[in-house]
């Protein structure tokens, strides 16, 4: 009997309390930056494209809704096609978590609604921003020693010049 | 059977085992890199540390390496003991010191033996804060790319690619922390065994070039077991599918056919699945001349009213194509009317081949039976380049010698290294015959070189040798006699001989001697096998089915028939095009084939027939086993196996005959009853109703990604999965994903084990057959009471005349199969066609290297530039890259020199 008394009473108390709802749209609730919302592709401080193409977001996605392919140039991979079904898309976040490159990343935007589900398939131009993201100064390739171009073996970070195999010194 | 205890649980191991191979073997997760179940050990990665003690008191213990440790019965070791864990950790946290972080852009990734062993050893973060060590690469070719960052030094490459499969260039340089696996300089790998690199090495450094152009990660691709259909050796492989496109074919293991290893053939030779050239619709050549897309339903129209106006029909079955679609053919045209595809000296030749392996009279081996030879005689085969996985098991032969010598010496034969050094260079006998010289004649003992006639003769003088009452050969050439002497006598003192010839000799006088001398063996009392190579995935099948006469390609375009039926066969790439006009002149061409071709353009109806990749048949490799594969593209459009065309066409034209031919599993039960000698087929893979637990194999893994959106883009609706009517395998993940019998195995991995070193997991034992035996059924067994039929048309001794050259062909690895040499990777690989003399020869004929010369055979004036091979025979002329054409080779030609400006 008390307990209920005390609940109503707790009840009885929020009507002077200020309102957590707010008049959305005219004003727009604040989301934090790590919020799940809408998906991007980020590129690399050097203007590149960050996506490597290693399919992980794909795998680790529970609902199956990213494809892609990879394609490459010069030892640079990039995906020929990345398609993300955001009519399946659950907003879980794995894709992000798993990425090696900090290539995908969800970002606090949710207003993605459609009449058509078609209009839910969003390719790579859809997804691609121009900037970096969460991450500003992340550059797979700095880490990673795979040369590209303008990157040549042994000029990754913390990497020494080649071996030169024709050297008998030790 | 030796028991041991491994943290306190009692094991048992084979006798001969090694610790590792015991615990592999067991269903234990014990690391490893160096070791490889068909290249032993040496010791080199540390990574299989175990503790050993030496009885219960013992609770120190020591560190021994699994891979080098013999068991003795009641041995006891651990290895979940804390400090050998960490020992195992500390060895993988140094290997990864240089590792260069690239696993995203690795084609490795996602079965990595690496990677998973890595993380089976705990070794998550990374402490060295130091400075890594990088190297270049080399540009190796078209098959494979190498990134040498990634070494971890196994050894793994070299001591495949060099001790195990002969070849040279490939090797290690510099030392200490500087080693580097590649080539003296940049340049393609010679060996046709390269792409085993990509599986054998336990990361990244050697991956696979084709696949990466098209890449995909293992996970997300449909796999399916299939037969490799690029030679008649028929080695198992998985392929591998996504998005309707054939990936890649990698090995899948069968003891008893190719092991551990493909040769880049069929590993890279499925480029034509993907091409341009596909025949993907039914097309009808309208009277404009202008060749229409028909619907299936009309198309399958066309063919009954064509089947029904013609009066005569003849069908020309395919090496190529499986057995239910030649059944198919057979039954439709009757077997009267049923041609092999192949031209006039070939087909002879398949049939004494199939009349020789189905009599009963001798042992046909088994690659696995031929690698453990040890003594062979290999006569007029050019077996590398004919049948390069076959000429593989025929490499390891000369290793008995020097194993049996190490096994006196109580050597175990899995210590590699030790057997190597104790063996030396001894060798067990390889004799070689044949007219040039052979990828394998740096072991054999002083190889012959000789016209196809002197090689057969020495093999019936070799049969003459070890049995008295075989046919005699009259007037041998001492040398040759002396030769067929010891030969004889290196054959008589084996336990296990072998011998190999091969349609590829070309001459039906030197398979007769091979089977002589076998049969002479036979009768002697040895344990001796035979092994006659064919040229196409099914052409034992082929041969086996046809009624035993005189049928050839060109006997079907004699016979004048109004209608002409070819199956997954271009006779116009065998036969001239002037001679194929007019044999065709009058006759209606129907075409039932995967791609475009010399004949698809003259036919009036073209069907799209599947190719190996699309539809599911049964092949009967050299060695008369029959074997299944299945398809990893489930939608195929409007291609569909040819049997299916061809009973479509039947029952539309009113053919009783094909009531019931609706699933694959009705067609081979009919072709069980109607050929006794297939009556096994139906055994070869389970039905189609076969279910494990209610549930049909998943053919996808269970972490097949992009399900929902792999097709959004042109449909937001999920398709619905095809469901086969033909295999127990459903086109998803959904269904079965644990172990399935060893006929439907689709994906080799297991929890833990990403790589295809998860083998272990669906082996009884190492190196052993696959759990539940080995797939295929062997269709020709060795009978008791056959009796030896000496062949005796000994032929005469070769004679070099004065106008006129003995052509013999010279077989290539790459290009002369046609399938295979319309994928890109091969096509950089094929040398163009020539013809070959010796340098006297050569100059007799006034020409030198590269000048053109007009080669007169079977009546056509054929153009090819001049190769100078100085171990050819005087008077013998080899002619390379034109066995596309139905040429009956060896033969006497007409050649000269032409003069430059007619190129």
């Known amino acids: 009997m008390l307990s209920v008394l005390v609940t109503l009473w707790g009840t009885f108390l929020h009507l002077f309390q200020r309102n957590v709802t707010v008049a959305y749209p005219e004003e727009m609730p604040y989301l934090a930056p790590r919020y799940r919302g809408r998906i991007v592709l980020t590129r690399d401080p050097d203007g590149e494209e960050r996506c490597v193409s290693c399919y992980l977001c794909a795998v680790a996605c529970p609902v199956d809704c990213i494809s892609l392919q990879k394609a490459e140039i010069e030892g640079r991979w990039y995906p020929e096609f990345f398609r993300i079904n955001f009519s399946r898309c659950i907003f879980c976040g794995f894709c992000e978590e798993a990425c090696p490159t900090y290539a995908i990343q969800l970002t606090p935007d949710f207003e993605m609604s459609e009449y058509d589900r078609r209009n839910l398939v969003y390719e790579k131009e859809d997804l691609l921003i121009s900037g970096t993201g969460k991450y500003p100064d992340y550059n797979f390739y700095r880490v990673s020693g795979a040369a590209i171009p303008g990157k040549d073996k042994g000029e990754a970070e913390r990497e020494r010049k080649p071996i030169d195999t024709r050297s008998l010194l030790p | 059977m030796t028991n041991f205890i491994v943290d306190g649980r009692v094991l048992t191991a084979k006798a001969g085992e090694n610790l590792l191979q015991a615990c592999l073997g067991a269903g234990l997760d014990l690391p490893y890199f160096c070791w490889h179940p068909a290249l032993g050990s040496v010791g080199a990665c540390r990574q299989c540390a175990v503790r050993q003690y030496d009885g219960v008191e013992d609770t120190t213990g020591r560190l021994v390496m699994a891979c080098m440790t013999p068991i003795a019965e009641g041995a006891r070791f651990s290895i979940t003991d804390p400090a050998t864990a960490a020992f195992r950790a500390g060895i993988i946290e140094w290997l990864m010191v240089n590792h260069p972080h690239d696993c995203p852009v690795c084609e490795e990734g996602g079965e990595c033996h690496l990677q998973d062993m890595t993380v089976m050893t705990g070794h998550a973060y990374r402490r060295y804060r130091f400075t890594k060590r990088t190297h270049r690469n080399q540009d190796l070719g078209p098959f494979i790319k190498h990134e040498m960052n990634r070494c971890i030094a196994c050894y793994r490459c070299v001591r495949f690619y060099r001790d195990y499969a002969g070849g040279r260039d490939l090797d290690v340089f510099g030392s200490h922390d500087h080693v580097y696996f590649g080539r003296h300089d940049d340049g ?445 593209i489930v939608t195929a459009g409007e291609g569909r196996e040819a049997w299916r065309w061809l009973a479509a066409a039947g029952r539309a034209a009113g053919r009783t005959n094909f009531s019931g031919w609706d699933t694959e599993d009705n067609v081979l039960a009919e072709i069980a009853r109607t050929v006794p000698r297939f009556a096994a087929v139906p055994d070869v893979a389970p039905p189609e109703g076969f279910r494990i637990k209610g549930l049909r194999i998943a053919s996808e893994p269970h972490r097949f990604s992009g399900r929902t959106a792999m097709d959004a883009a042109h449909d937001i609706r999920e398709p619905k999965p095809p469901v086969s009517a033909d295999s127990p395998f459903s086109a998803t993940m959904e269904g079965y994903q644990g172990k399935p019998p060893p006929a439907l195995l689709p994906l080799l991995r297991a929890p833990g084990w990403n790589s295809n070193q998860s083998l272990h997991r669906f082996q009884a034992e190492i190196e052993g057959p696959l759990t539940g035996g080995d797939p295929g059924v062997r269709l020709l067994e060795v009978r008791d009471g056959a009796a030896p039929d000496w062949h005796t048309a000994i032929p005469e001794a070769f004679a070099p005349r004065e106008d006129m050259w003995h052509a013999v062909m010279l077989p290539r690895v790459f290009g002369d199969e046609e399938q295979s040499a319309r994928a890109a990777p091969i096509r950089a690989r094929m040398t163009p066609a020539a013809i070959a003399l010796n340098a006297a020869d050569a100059a007799r004929l006034g020409a030198a290297a590269g000048r053109v010369i007009a080669c007169e055979i079977d009546g056509e004036i054929v153009l090819l530039p001049l190769e100078i091979r100085a171990e050819l025979p005087r008077g013998v002329a080899g002619v390379s890259g034109l066995a596309a054409m139905a040429y009956a080779l060896p033969s006497w030609i007409r050649i000269a020199a032409a003069s430059e400006v007619a190129l």
Request: aromatic content about 4%.
């Open chain 2, 188 to 632: 393609t790998l010679e060996s046709e065994f390269s792409g085993n690199l990509v599986e054998v090495c336990p990361t990244g450094v050697f991956t696979d070039k084709p696949f990466s152009a098209h890449y995909a990660r293992k996970w997300d691709m449909r796999g399916a077991p299939s037969i490799c259909a690029h030679c008649g050796v028929g080695c198992n492989t998985i392929a591998n599918e996504r998005a309707g496109q054939l990936r890649r074919v990698v090995n899948r293991y069968s003891n008893a056919v190719n092991g551990h290893f493909l040769c880049d053939r069929g590993r890279f030779g499925y480029g034509f699945v993907n091409a341009s050239e596909r025949v993907r619709v039914a097309t009808v050549r309208g009277t404009d001349g202008e060749r229409v897309e028909v619907e299936r339903e009309a198309a399958v129209a066309r063919f009954a009213e064509m089947l029904r106006g013609a009066a005569m029909v003849v069908g020309i079955g395919s090496p190529r194509a499986s057995l239910e679609s030649n059944f198919a053919l057979r039954t439709l045209v009757g077997a009267a009317h049923f041609y092999p595809g192949v031209g006039a000296r070939e087909a002879a030749l398949l049939r004494l081949v199939a009349d020789s392996l189905a009599s009963g009279a001798v042992h046909v081996a088994s690659l696995r039976e031929a690698e453990h030879a040890d003594a062979v005689l290999l006569l007029g085969s050019d077996l590398p380049n004919a049948a390069p996985r076959a000429a593989l098991a025929v490499r390891q032969t000369v290793r008995a010698a020097g194993a049996a010598m190490a096994a006196s010496a109580r050597i175990p034969a899995w210590h590699d290294l030790a057997v190597r050094n104790f063996a030396g260079e001894t060798r067990s006998p390889l004799f070689i015959a044949t007219p040039a010289a052979t990828r394998l004649d740096d072991i054999a003992q002083g190889p012959l070189r000789a016209a196809p006639v002197d090689i057969a003769r020495l093999g019936f003088a070799v049969a003459a040798r070890i049995d008295p009452t075989a046919p005699a050969v009259a007037d041998l050439a001492p040398e040759l006699d002396a030769l067929a002497a010891a030969i004889a006598q290196a054959l008589l003192a084996a336990e296990r001989p072998l011998v190999v010839s091969g349609v590829e000799a070309g001459e039906e006088s030197v398979i007769r001697a091979a089977v002589n001398v076998a049969v002479a063996l036979r009768g002697q009392g040895r344990n001796v096998g035979l092994m006659l190579n064919v040229p196409e995935c099914n052409s034992l099948g082929l041969a086996l089915m046809a009624e035993a006469d005189d049928r050839s390609l060109e006997t079907a375009l004699a016979a004048r028939a109004a209608l002409v039926i070819t199956l997954e066969t271009d006779i116009g790439r065998c036969v001239p095009g002037a001679r194929l006009d007019a044999a065709l002149a009058g006759a209606r061409l129907v075409v039932l084939d995967h791609s475009e071709g010399a004949t698809t353009r003259r036919a009036e109806l073209v069907l799209p027939a599947a190719s190996f990749a699309e539809a599911s048949g049964t092949l009967v490799n050299a060695e008369g086993r029959a074997q299944r594969f299945y398809p990893p």
